[in-house]
């Protein structure tokens, strides 16, 4: 089983910068594909930027603003958000998938190829 603890959650007034931080206990693949989701209030979990050995991949609303990157020894993967708007108040899970692909991002039902999935931080971004 694999365990992922976020951290870095909290306030960011509009235009600032928040980092996240996913730790990826116990043993997993550094090939396989992994990303960061969130999920607003009264909103469906959404994919924001995904990553696996060679690429990287963002939603729209992410491109150009948020860059997801992980250490060499691929334990810790984090999620560096910059130019924060309102709308990206959010809850933020990092996650896992046993695939060594990515789907795309605005793949449908994406959620349910990730496997493992981190207990969330929050974001919260006031104007």
């Known amino acids: 089983q694999v365990v992922l603890v976020e951290s870095g959650g909290g306030s960011a007034q509009a235009g600032g910068s928040l980092r996240l931080s996913c730790a990826v206990l116990?043993?997993?693949?550094?090939?396989?594909?992994m990303g960061w989701f969130r999920q607003a209030p009264g909103k469906e979990r959404e994919a924001v930027a995904l990553?696996?050995?060679?690429?990287?991949f963002y939603s729209d609303s992410a491109k150009g603003r948020f860059t997801i990157s992980q250490d060499d020894d691929k334990k810790t993967m984090y999620l560096q958000m910059n130019n924060l708007e309102p709308e990206d108040t959010a809850m933020y899970y990092c996650?896992?998938?046993?695939?060594?692909?990515?789907?795309?991002?605005?793949?449908?039902?994406?959620?349910?190829?990730?496997?493992?999935w981190g207990q969330g931080t929050q974001v919260t971004v006031s104007s």
């Open positions: 996650a896992a998938s046993r695939q060594t692909w990515c789907p795309l991002v605005t793949a449908p039902g994406i959620v349910r190829l990730f496997n493992y």
């Open positions: 116990d043993y997993y693949s550094k090939s396989a594909c």
């Open positions: 990553t696996r050995v060679h690429g990287t």
